[in-house]
């Protein structure tokens, strides 16, 4: 008899809970890792998670458990979807504890801080360093990304949704879609894990731009613009780091992006269009609670175009303006005012 493949999902936020939900309805044993005993009680006793998708009912196959070792054990798959600037302290005291064929998922879209890598670079990092971790080119053989469209809620209310699944090693890619296909989840394979990661995380910087549009009263010709020289700026990035310029047009570029700019769900929008109505950051802080991913990652995303020596004129915005205090108006007129370029620039 076969065994049902067991998937340990850390981290019990929004986005960990609806997935862990997609893994379990496409056959998965899923078991999340949260911190908080309370709230993995509540996932086990009631069924739901009360403080990030109350009312939502959980299937049978996800539980919850506080002990990482637990989570860990005999999984076929590694989700990682804490947020991206405790990544690797967290990965360093999970490693160990890993199976040493488990393929690793990153659901995280965000850059770290100070040594600029993408998170699928963190975690071969981490891995290989480990006791039984591997050499760094079988670790990164099974690094897997997910990314798009995917906002939590949506998804936990099982309403039609696609992801990209990408990894170096296209058949553990395929295994990876395998294991969460189903009837409203579609994943599609890709190779270009540079690609992916860069579309998910500055899609956030730009959500940010779009929210800030919002909350200073600006119409939908303002938000496109940005929406499109936000995706130019991306693009731009990613060629100069050697990805695959058609992901941009793809569910980990555009579709990513139209979701995150366009929807009151979005984390980075809201944080954005409380900014463009005059809060200050730390006042936007307290009224979004949830982790806003670009708020930090602006910096590192706006480090990394540096090193490549690539323009991201938005994003240099969003960082004057979330981090340095400059007023969104005095920001925006900055921005319109730059020097006249072609398109293609």
Not at 139 to 159: C, F, M, S
Request: aromatic letters at 4%; glycine letters at 10%.
């Amino acid at each position: 008899m076969t065994r049902s493949v067991k998937a340990a999902v850390f981290g019990t936020g929004s986005w960990g809970t609806a997935f862990s939900m997609v893994l379990a309805d496409a056959g998965c044993e899923v078991t999340m890792w949260g911190r908080r005993a309370g709230l993995v009680d509540a996932i086990n006793g009631t069924r739901t998670n009360p403080d990030y998708l109350p009312g939502v009912q959980l299937p049978e196959a996800v539980r919850a458990t506080t002990d990482p070792a637990e989570a860990a054990r005999d999984a076929d798959f590694t989700v990682l979807v804490v947020p991206s600037q405790t990544l690797r302290a967290n990965l360093t005291e999970w490693a160990p504890l890993l199976a040493p064929d488990t393929v690793l998922v990153s659901l995280m879209k965000g850059v770290e801080l100070g040594t600029a890598k993408r998170m699928s670079e963190v975690v071969e990092e981490v891995v290989a360093k480990a006791p039984a971790g591997g050499a760094p080119d079988e670790v990164r053989g099974r690094v897997a990304v997910l990314t798009g469209p995917n906002l939590a809620k949506e998804i936990a209310d099982r309403q039609p949704a696609a992801a990209v699944v990408a990894c170096s090693d296209e058949d553990v890619a395929r295994r990876l879609q395998a294991a969460c296909m189903t009837p409203y989840f579609r994943a599609y394979t890709n190779t270009d894990v540079v690609g992916c990661e860069l579309g998910g995380a500055v899609k956030n910087v730009i959500g940010l731009a779009v929210g800030i549009a919002d909350g200073m009263g600006l119409g939908d010709n303002s938000k496109a613009t940005l929406i499109t020289r936000g995706l130019a700026e991306t693009t731009r990035l990613g060629l100069a780091m050697g990805a695959d310029p058609m992901t941009f047009s793809g569910l980990a570029g555009l579709g990513d992006l139209v979701a995150t700019c366009s929807s009151p769900l979005s984390r980075n929008h809201t944080f954005g269009t409380n900014l463009g109505r005059g809060m200050t950051l730390q006042e936007t802080i307290a009224a979004t609670k949830q982790t806003a991913e670009g708020v930090k990652s602006c910096e590192s995303v706006l480090d990394l175009a540096r090193r490549h020596g690539v323009d991201m004129p938005i994003t240099e915005t969003v960082v004057s303006i979330v981090h340095e205090g400059k007023p969104p108006v005095v920001a925006l007129k900055e921005l319109m005012s730059r020097s006249a370029k072609p398109e293609r620039h």
